[in-house]
């Protein structure tokens, strides 16, 4: 049931669409049906990933205030919550706001991905729509990389676009304050503290493992997707500020 929904809703047409490109770009180049496909998704996606920036920008911004929150009242966990919901309200924040767009988007990254991990060396034409035809052929050589091999190039620049994505949406990395005697760090500072570490330094190094293990396909979408991500956060950015 779930696999036939996510099928017609999210693999096929993702599918035809790649396969409908392909048909119409010169050469029937893959790697540029990869390119636009992932740009025409991130258009889309636009408005969702716009709101989920903008609140992870309101949440940095009211950090310190949290923060001071957690230190005044920390004996008192009921008084912590309240004065941390008024403090929501007093900004107008939302923590929630920034999950649904990703979870929406989700879905849909998960359906590219598996597409080019799956390999596209031969059309599948048991899910093709019935006006899209099969090419003659597939261009899967794209600047000189066969994407039906692997490519330490494309990976090593997945990897390093999603550092610089990473880094852009976290913003600078803080200095790890001082412990003051007698003090102790909450669970929740150290968990997010860990968090952001993994996800500055580790994430981009599986990411660039990921990228290469699989197939050069793969690490063109991800290193495409992130050099696009790092561009749309940039305008973002500037236009809230």
């Keep these: 049931m779930l696999t036939s929904i996510w099928n017609t809703l999210i693999h096929e047409p993702l599918y035809n669409a790649l396969i409908?490109?392909?048909?119409?770009?010169?050469?029937?180049?893959?790697?540029?049906?990869?390119?636009?496909?992932?740009?025409?998704?991130?258009?889309?996606l636009y408005p969702t990933t716009t709101k989920a920036i903008r609140a992870q920008k309101a949440m940095k911004e009211i950090?310190?205030?949290?923060?001071?929150?957690?230190?005044?009242?920390?004996?008192?966990?009921q008084l912590q919550a309240k004065k941390?919901?008024?403090?929501?309200?007093?900004?107008?924040?939302?923590?929630?706001?920034?999950?649904?767009?990703?979870?929406?988007?989700?879905?849909?990254?998960?359906?590219?991905?598996?597409i080019f991990w799956l390999g596209l060396a031969k059309v599948d034409?048991?899910?093709?729509?019935?006006?899209?035809?099969?090419?003659?052929?597939?261009g899967m050589i794209f600047l000189g990389i066969d994407l039906t091999g692997k490519s330490l190039l494309l990976a090593l620049i997945a990897g390093v676009g999603?550092?610089?994505q990473t880094a852009i949406s976290l913003g600078k990395q803080e200095p790890t304050p001082e412990k003051k005697e007698g003090t102790t760090s909450?669970?929740?500072?150290?968990?997010?503290?860990?968090?952001?570490?993994?996800?500055?330094?580790?994430?981009?190094?599986?990411?660039?493992?990921i990228a290469y293990k699989f197939?050069?396909?793969?690490?063109?979408?991800?290193?495409?997707?992130?050099?696009?991500s790092i561009v749309q956060e940039k305008l973002v950015r500037r236009k809230i500020a």
């Design 20 to 44: 409908f490109l392909v048909n119409i770009l010169p050469g029937h180049s893959m790697g540029l049906a990869i390119i636009i496909l992932t740009l025409i998704v991130k258009i889309i």
């Design 63 to 77: 950090e310190p205030h949290l923060k001071k929150v957690r230190e005044e009242h920390k004996d008192n966990k």
């Design 162 to 164: 999603q550092y610089f």
């Design 125 to 138: 034409t048991a899910i093709l729509y019935s006006f899209i035809q099969a090419p003659v052929a597939l």
């Design 186 to 209: 909450t669970f929740q500072e150290d968990f997010s503290r860990s968090m952001q570490m993994q996800m500055r330094y580790v994430f981009p190094f599986l990411i660039a493992f």
């Design 84 to 114: 941390t919901m008024e403090l929501y309200q007093k900004h107008g924040v939302n923590p929630m706001s920034g999950c649904l767009p990703i979870l929406i988007q989700l879905p849909v990254i998960l359906g590219l991905y598996r």
């Design 215 to 228: 197939s050069a396909a793969v690490a063109l979408y991800w290193a495409t997707s992130n050099i696009l």
